[in-house]
Structures are given as C-alpha cells and as structure tokens.
C-alpha cells in the first residue's frame, strides 16, 4: 500500500473518448508530480505543481491537461490521446523542500492506460 | 536530461551483499543523491538518501566520497522480493529543477 492513491488502476479509452486520472495523498505535502512511464524506461517528468500553482510543464501536449483543485488532489484529464500514449502514469507528492534538505518523492502505483 | 550513469543489469545470489554504483560527476553543491526501488506495475519507492559520506537504514546504505561524484548503494543479504529496477536521482526537487531519473539498474536475484 502507498500513501498515494491513484485511481483508476487500469484504464483504456478510445481516441475520441475523455477520461480523468485521480491522485490524491494526505501527508500534507504541499508538491504533487505527474511521471509517465513507457514500458522498460524510466519514468519522465510531465508536470509539477508547487502550492496548487502549475510550477513545471514538460512540454506535454495539450492533450494532457492538469488540475490540482486542493492540495490533497491532483488530476490529469485527458483527450483525444494517440495510441503511443498508453502507458502509466505515476502520481507522487512531496514537502517542498528548502536549502539545506530535500524531500523523497512518494509515488502512487500508478493508472495503466492503453489507448486504443 | 538525467545526471546520473549506472550499469544497466546485474544478478546476484540470494544471502550476497549488492552494491549499485552511480556515476554523477556533475553533481552540484546543493544537489542531494535518492535512490529508489520500483518493482513491475507499481510506483518508485523511496530508499535511502544522503548528501555526503555514509547514511544507512534499516533496509541498505549509501555511500559517498568525500569528491560526490559517484555513490554507492549497498543492500545487505539480498532476497528474492529485493529483485527489482534501481534508480539513482541527484538533485533536489525544490527551486523549479527538474529532476529527472537515470535508466536504472535491474537487479536480478537468483536462488
């Protein structure tokens, strides 16, 4: 179990469809992360909000398109996705961190997403 | 663009002492060094992390010259579930940067 919660765990959507992705903690951490991880790659960074701002933008298409109504919840809504954006994506959280610290990342489990 | 390089796959004997090395030699002075383990279908999790010297936990150790251009992860006694992708992240998430993971080294442990 993680302190992360992704739901769904597994979605597949059609590239016409919309669909949302929902990640939410209560660690009271106040910075929250969106990875996208292809098969047997790391995970890559999309999109970072700090303090319910959207602090980081990937360059991701429009396609993917984040919320962050409060600081426990973080959504990535979708549309319109090609096939070659099946894969999971990864929500985490963290304290933001000052100088002289930094705060691991804690990562949920994930929405597996095949688009077809 | 990741600033760490480690050994893409190694395999390792059930009982035996692991030891992952990272290579960052840009590391930069306020740049801490976070390893984390990812098993299939799940999420990173956090390992152990340090900025210089040697930290250790319940669950491994790292260690760190004193010149951080290079750390070590050390796993004791490794077991079956221990088997599993490492990764090596320097950086600190604070300030907009942009911390990016490595490729990773799957570790494999045979019985």
């Known amino acids: 179990d993680t302190e992360v919660t992704q739901t769904p765990k597994h979605l597949v959507m059609g590239m016409t469809n919309k669909k949302s992705l929902k990640c939410e903690q209560h660690m009271g951490h106040r910075a929250m992360y969106w990875y996208k991880q292809k098969a047997k790659k790391p995970p890559e960074l999309m999109f970072v909000?700090?303090?319910?701002?959207?602090?980081i933008n990937e360059s991701v298409p429009s396609r993917f398109s984040p919320e962050c109504p409060n600081s426990s919840l973080l959504n990535l809504h979708l549309h319109a996705l090609q096939p070659e954006d099946s894969a999971l994506y990864l929500c985490a959280s963290n304290l933001p961190g000052g100088r002289g610290a930094d705060s691991p990342l804690h990562f949920g489990n994930g929405t597996r997403l095949t688009v077809t | 663009l990741a600033k760490t390089t480690q050994p893409i796959s190694m395999d390792s004997y059930e009982g035996q002492e692991v030891n992952i090395t990272c290579s960052h030699n840009n590391i930069a002075t306020n740049d801490y060094i976070t390893w984390y383990q990812q098993f299939p279908s799940q999420g990173p999790r956090f390992i152990i992390q340090g900025y210089k010297t040697k930290v250790t936990n319940e669950v491994a150790s790292l260690f760190i010259p004193a010149d951080r251009k290079s750390s070590t992860l050390s796993l004791p006694r490794v077991s079956l579930s221990d088997t599993a992708v490492y990764y090596c992240?320097?950086?600190?998430?604070?300030?907009?940067?942009?911390?990016?993971f490595g490729k990773g080294n799957q570790v494999v442990v045979i019985p």
């Open positions: 909000y700090s303090y319910e701002k959207l602090s």
């Open positions: 992240l320097v950086g600190v998430t604070y300030g907009n940067n942009r911390l990016a």
